[in-house]
T-cell receptor
Framework: AQTVTQSQPEMSVQEAETVTLSCTYD???????LFWYKQPPSRQMILVIRQEAYKQQNATENRFSVNFQKAAKSFSLKISDSQLGDTAMYFC??????????FGGGTRLMVKP | DGGITQSPKYLFRKEGQNVTLSCEQNLNHDAMYWYRQDPGQGLRLIYY???????QKGDIAEGYSVSREKKESFPLTVTSAQKNPTAFYLCASTPGGFLNTEAFFGQGTRLTVV
């Protein structure tokens, strides 16, 4: 079975600074997808970024980028130029070819003005 | 526009009653999921279904039941056997296969036992 671990229950960052959220996972499979989702106070889940395991290049989406280390089974999210609207819960998630979607426990991020 | 619709948004249940949460998607997705989220916590998988007429238990299936009679629908019943049902429930779907496996989520149902 797959497991996803987020070791930082809470983090804070000053507005305009950079923060990195950690995620590790455990799987015996070679082909899979990894995701970061944002859950603001509205509770709506919003996809932030996606990484295909077969791609060596790290995914980027504007101020969001990942550091994907397949051998280490690590998938961290970097948020640059943090904004107040980035305040939310962030979930790392794993999906394999069998469509078993697994989430980490989440990291609560607070962006301070 | 395609998406996932959960209803109702808020639900109140008396102790000992069964209640059913609705989840409908028009994305033509094969796989559907139900998650439970407690305050300040992550998402725990209750049940998932990869195809019509088939479903598997997740990590916390006790006290819950599901059906998947149609591709578009995956209702969750919270039975009286679930001792602590007050929580936020999220339904999700993925396309299936190995193409574009981003999950789409409904807006959730907050269930409260009164």
């Amino acid at each position: 079975a797959q497991t996803v671990t987020q070791s930082q229950p809470e983090m804070s960052v000053q507005e305009a600074e950079t923060v990195t959220l950690s995620c590790t996972y455990d799987t015996s499979e070679n082909n899979y997808y990894l995701f970061w989702y944002k859950q603001p106070p509205s509770r709506q889940m919003i996809l932030v970024i996606r990484q295909e395991a077969y791609k060596q290049q790290n995914a980027t989406e504007n101020r969001f980028s990942v550091n994907f280390q397949k051998a280490a089974k690590s998938f961290s999210l970097k948020i640059s130029d943090s904004q107040l609207g980035d305040t939310a819960m962030y979930f790392c998630a794993f999906n394999n070819a069998g469509n078993m979607l697994t989430f980490g426990g989440g990291t609560r991020l607070m962006v301070k003005p | 526009d395609g998406g996932i619709t959960q209803s109702p948004k808020y639900l109140f249940r008396k102790e000992g009653q069964n209640v059913t949460l609705s989840c409908e998607q028009n994305l033509n997705h094969d796989a559907m999921y139900w998650y439970r989220q407690d305050p300040g916590q992550g998402l725990r998988l209750i049940y998932y279904s990869q195809i019509v007429n088939d479903f598997q238990k997740g990590d916390i299936a006790e006290g819950y039941s599901v059906s998947r009679e149609k591709k578009e629908s995956f209702p969750l019943t919270v039975t009286s056997a679930q001792k602590n049902p007050t929580a936020f429930y999220l339904c999700a779907s993925t396309p299936g296969g190995f193409l574009n496996t981003e999950a789409f989520f409904g807006q959730g149902t907050r269930l409260t036992v009164v």
